[in-house]
């Protein structure tokens, strides 16, 4: 929060021509950042704020993970100036905001700080989503996320105060020690269910999904990429924490309702794919499918399912910023968000076309990379569910329709970079790569390969991760 506040007052003093190279200042300052963040033990919980606050490895996976996802999405604003042009100062204050937001959501232990941290992503992206104010489509963007945001505050808020009304507790310690009581109360079950449909709102899954294709379309680049990824992320986040360490028992017994919101979401998000011909909004029924299956980890209520959960989360943050990082600098050069923009991109950019293709495999689902394992883990821990409900199976047959279908679209999107009939505007026209981007894109190259090719290291981490739940 400091740091977005320093480069504010920053931009006041910066000359117009020289505001983009604040970003250099950023990304170092967030590197440092991220770097002592491995110095942290997360092994013993550590609480700050009257218990409001909590540091464990639960907590420092996340943190690593939005810090990560916002110096690639800095890089993209970088690269995408003329698109920010007259506030990319504010542009960057405003996304260090939003990760100083989903920060404190990883940190989540009390509904206070939720409804805060929540709320500080959530308004931070009003700003972001309608930053091209000069353009219909994004003033559009903007104003469709502050009512659909508004809403769900609603919700969630107005849960909150029924929980504390039955409870007459916030702490998600205290309300745990009182589950017993609480777990018969329709009061307190109508207030828990509200507020799960606020988060269900960030996390963009069925039935409260309906915002996202159009916000991602209007938005700018770096912005839809920081949404699909970080504000997701933060969600999930959140509920988590919410699920199994404040509500365990509830979350028990409403497992087939989270298989059920899981089953439709996948479906939702790859048959809404299949007929896009803008990329933004391909991207967002794309997102919509991958909170299905992340709803799916999380149907298992188990450690293996969560686990799978955050390894898929991991895999996802290098996937889809490679696809936002190649989609950009394309945009910027065509100034069209049609499929036929990356037509001949093989020949524009070999290094583009290269990262577009593995990123877009990577989200398929294609053997010996990172989105690949994600997959596999988390059928993997659905499977072994098998025992206990039938049900399990029937999800497995969607989840293989949701894999069907986005093979169609990823491939179809490969096929038009690498055979697809050039337009005029674009055709024998190279894409030049600042030296930040093409750190960036080895970045997230690195991470899809490394992460498909050995597992282990991002399934420990995973699995510290997921272990802070007291499982039975």
């Keep these: 929060m400091g740091l977005g506040i320093s480069i504010l007052l920053l931009g006041l003093w910066t000359p117009e021509d020289q505001k983009r190279n604040l970003g250099y200042a950023v990304i170092l300052a967030l590197g440092m950042i991220l770097a002592g963040s491995f110095l942290l033990d997360g092994s013993r919980p550590l609480y700050a704020f009257g218990r409001m606050f909590v540091l464990d490895e639960f907590a420092l996976f996340f943190k690593r993970f939005f810090m990560v996802a916002a110096l690639i999405v800095l890089v993209l604003s970088m690269s995408s100036a003329r698109q920010l042009a007259g506030g990319i100062a504010e542009y960057y204050a405003f996304v260090l905001f939003a990760l100083a937001g989903m920060m404190f959501a990883a940190s989540v232990n009390h509904f206070a700080l939720l409804f805060v941290s929540l709320e500080l992503i959530t308004v931070t992206f009003y700003v972001l989503t309608g930053y091209r104010c000069h353009r219909v489509r994004s003033l559009e963007a903007g104003i469709k996320y502050l009512i659909m945001g508004g809403l769900s505050s609603a919700f969630l808020v107005y849960g909150m105060a029924l929980v504390y009304g039955t409870s007459g507790v916030l702490g998600f310690d205290a309300l745990r020690d009182q589950m017993a009581a609480l777990g018969s109360s329709r009061v307190f079950l109508a207030g828990l269910i509200l507020i799960l449909v606020g988060i269900a709102f960030k996390i963009a899954v069925v039935p409260f999904q309906m915002w996202t294709p159009d916000v991602y379309q209007g938005s700018p680049t770096p912005t839809a990429a920081f949404l699909a990824v970080g504000s997701k992320a933060a969600g999930f986040a959140v509920l988590l924490r919410l699920l199994f360490f404040a509500v365990p028992e509830i979350t028990l017994k409403w497992k087939l309702g989270w298989l059920a919101v899981s089953v439709l979401t996948i479906l939702y998000g790859s048959l809404g794919a299949i007929p896009q011909r803008n990329l933004s909004r391909l991207m967002g029924y794309s997102s919509i499918a991958h909170a299905g299956f992340l709803m799916l980890g999380l149907a298992t209520v188990s450690q293996a399912g969560v686990a799978a959960m955050l390894f898929y989360l991991g895999a996802y943050l290098f996937s889809v910023l490679a696809v936002f990082t190649v989609l950009s600098l394309v945009m910027e050069e065509a100034d069209v968000q049609d499929v036929d923009a990356l037509a001949a991109l093989n020949r524009r950019s070999p290094l583009l076309a290269m990262t ?27 499977v072994s569910q098998f025992p206990a409900s039938p049900y399990y199976a029937a999800a497995m047959v969607a989840a293989g329709l949701g894999i069907l279908a986005s093979m169609y679209f990823y491939f179809g999107v490969i096929q038009a970079a690498f055979w697809g009939k ?12 600042a030296p930040p981007v093409r750190c960036a894109i080895y970045v997230c190259l690195a991470g899809m390969v490394f992460f498909g090719l050995f597992p282990g290291w991002l399934m420990h981490w995973a699995e510290q991760a997921a272990g802070i739940f007291p499982w039975r």
């Excluded at 495999?361 to 988390?378: C, M, R, T």
């Excluded at 050039?422 to 790569?433: F, G, K, M, R, S």
């Design 422 to 433: 050039p337009i005029p505007e674009t055709d024998n026209q190279t894409i030049a790569l």
């Design 356 to 382: 577009l293709a593995v990123a877009m495999a990577s989200l398929a689902g294609v053997p010996l990379l990172a989105g690949f394992f994600g997959k596999f883990l988390v059928i993997k821990a659905v």
